[in-house]
């Protein structure tokens, strides 16, 4: 059974930092493309970063490029966003999923519950 397990969100001060994981089961964690999707109040759910398999390569929303920075420790089967420079418009519930392709935005499993990340003062 797949199962992905955000955490790390969190109150935080417009211009701080945050680190979120996703913890991954269920499914061979190395061989998958994998991405952070956010959804803000009243938004769809967004693809913002996403990372390849075995070289590492990413690619960012322009929303976020240059603050946020996407890694992933296939030995511990986790996904990780690290977010620095974060603005009120980043308030959102933020999750994690595998992608069919690397620049498609079809997800291969169930959402977990994600992690709430506000960002104000």
């Known amino acids: 059974q797949v199962q992905l397990v955000e955490s790390g969100g969190g109150l935080v001060q417009p211009g701080g930092s945050l680190r979120l994981s996703c913890s991954a089961s269920?499914?061979?964690?190395?061989?998958?493309?994998m991405s952070w999707f956010r959804q803000g109040p009243g938004k769809e759910r967004e693809s913002i970063a996403r990372i390849t398999t075995l070289t590492h390569s990413t690619n960012y929303a322009d929303s976020v490029k240059g603050r946020f920075t996407i890694s992933r420790d296939n030995a511990k089967n986790t996904l990780f966003l690290q977010m620095d420079s974060l603005k009120p418009e980043d308030t959102a519930v933020y999750y994690c999923n595998a992608l069919r392709h690397f620049f498609s935005n079809d997800t291969l499993y169930p959402w977990g519950r994600g992690t709430q990340v506000i960002v104000s003062s």
């Open positions: 269920g499914f061979i964690f190395k061989n998958a493309a």
